[in-house]
């Protein structure tokens, strides 16, 4: 790649995985097939750009700026979105597997996960207001003193999620998924 800016440039097959791409700009791109697993994205901006069929998985996103960032069909296993710069934070997910990432105090209103698997994905201590869950496998994902006011879970599946350590007022869930709010209590629920 010459140059450390880019704007509106289309990358196919790019291959970063274990390297470095430290202190770019993309502005307005579009990511297709491209491998950056393991790699360094430490002070790169992403403004206005997508992600399709990405890999993701392990990057380093040391003051990474995530900024109106939509990722399709990625894997982003193991990601720490924690890192990230929360200067204009924001990111939409569509079938993508985040399992074991960590969105750890992160501000996440209004995100939209749709398809997704988020096993074992930290939420603590995120602000999830107004989030969307669609279709989404939330099992063993973490929620603890997490904002989840306004947050839609009526399709997602296999959470468990504790209301007296959370912020939950209006949120969502389906009468399938209340047994994911009463797991701590070992009570047995039959639908019939």
Same mark, same amino acid.
């Given at each position: 790649?010459?140059?450390?800016?880019?704007?509106?440039?289309?990358?196919?097959?790019?291959?970063?995985?274990?390297?470095?791409?430290?202190?770019?700009? +993309?502005?307005? $791109?579009? /990511?297709?097939? =491209? %491998? &950056? !697993?393991?790699?360094? #994205?430490? *002070? @790169?901006? +992403?403004?206005? $750009?997508? /992600?399709?069929? =990405? %890999? &993701? !998985?392990?990057?380093? #996103?040391? *003051? @990474?700026?995530?900024?109106?960032?939509? /990722?399709?069909? =990625?894997?982003?296993?193991?990601?720490?979105?924690?890192?990230?710069?929360?200067?204009?934070?924001?990111?939409?997910?569509?079938?993508?597997?985040?399992?074991?990432?960590?969105?750890?105090?992160?501000?996440?209103?209004?995100?939209?996960?749709?398809?997704?698997?988020?096993?074992?994905?930290?939420?603590?201590?995120?602000?999830?207001?107004?989030?969307?869950?669609?279709?989404?496998?939330?099992?063993?994902?973490?929620?603890?003193?997490?904002?989840?006011?306004?947050?839609?879970?009526?399709?997602?599946?296999?959470?468990?999620?504790?209301?007296?350590?959370?912020?939950?007022?209006?949120?969502?869930?389906?009468?399938?998924?209340?047994?994911?709010?009463?797991?701590?209590?070992?009570?047995?629920?039959?639908?019939?």
């Amino acid at each position: 790649m010459d140059g450390l800016t880019h704007e509106g440039v289309k990358f196919e097959s790019l291959d970063y995985a274990d390297k470095a791409l430290i202190g770019y700009e +993309f502005v307005k $791109c579009t /990511f297709v097939n =491209c %491998n &950056f !697993s393991k790699c360094n #994205l430490k *002070n @790169t901006d +992403f403004i206005d $750009c997508s /992600f399709n069929v =990405c %890999n &993701f !998985s392990m990057a380093a #996103l040391d *003051n @990474t700026g995530l900024k109106n960032a939509v /990722f399709t069909h =990625c894997k982003l296993m193991g990601v720490n979105f924690s890192h990230s710069n929360n200067f204009l934070f924001f990111v939409s997910f569509q079938n993508c597997n985040l399992d074991y990432a960590s969105f750890f105090k992160k501000k996440l209103k209004k995100t939209v996960f749709n398809g997704c698997t988020l096993k074992d994905t930290d939420f603590e201590e995120a602000d999830l207001s107004m989030a969307v869950f669609k279709d989404c496998d939330l099992q063993d994902a973490h929620f603890i003193r997490s904002v989840l006011e306004k947050t839609d879970f009526r399709t997602a599946s296999n959470y468990t999620i504790d209301p007296e350590v959370n912020k939950m007022k209006n949120a969502r869930f389906s009468y399938m998924g209340l047994a994911g709010l009463l797991a701590k209590y070992q009570i047995d629920i039959d639908y019939d």
